[in-house]
Nanobody, 115 residues
Framework: QLQFVESGGGLVQPGGSLRLSCTASGFSLENYAIGWFRQAPGKEREGVSCIPSDGGTYYADSVKGRFTISRDNAKNTVYLQMNSLKPEDTAVYYC?????????WGQGTQVTVSS
């Protein structure tokens, strides 16, 4: 089955760090722009960061300077390094790409920032 697989979430204190991983089952991420998204309880899903296939990175203003997106094509993995975490970062985090792979939403990984 073709799908994204997210991992690395957990419970951390404010100011802590996590590194999320995004892998793909059944296809290669190398040729696609890949983004991280998040959805908090009662909120709409929002874009967090994106890494195009041909270079560059993009970040939402709310995470700029704290999060870093990167990819390791040899491992077919896209990472999201999350530093200086705040309670408002609490959400389920997902990765995805554009058509034709955009329908392959995974289960997401829960990030909880709390004392």
């Amino acid at each position: 089955q073709l799908q994204f697989v997210e991992s690395g979430g957990g419970l951390v204190q404010p100011g802590g760090s996590l590194r999320l991983s995004c892998t793909a089952s059944g296809f290669s991420l190398e040729n696609y722009a890949i983004g991280w998204f998040r959805q908090a309880p009662g909120k709409e899903r929002e874009g967090v960061s994106c890494i195009p296939s041909d270079g560059g990175t993009y970040y939402a203003d709310s995470v700029k300077g704290r999060f870093t997106i990167s990819r390791d094509n040899a491992k077919n993995t896209v990472y999201l390094q999350m530093n200086s975490l705040k309670p408002e970062d609490t959400a389920v985090y997902y990765c995805n790409g554009r058509v034709p792979i955009s329908s392959y939403w995974g289960q997401g990984t829960q990030v909880t920032v709390s004392s």
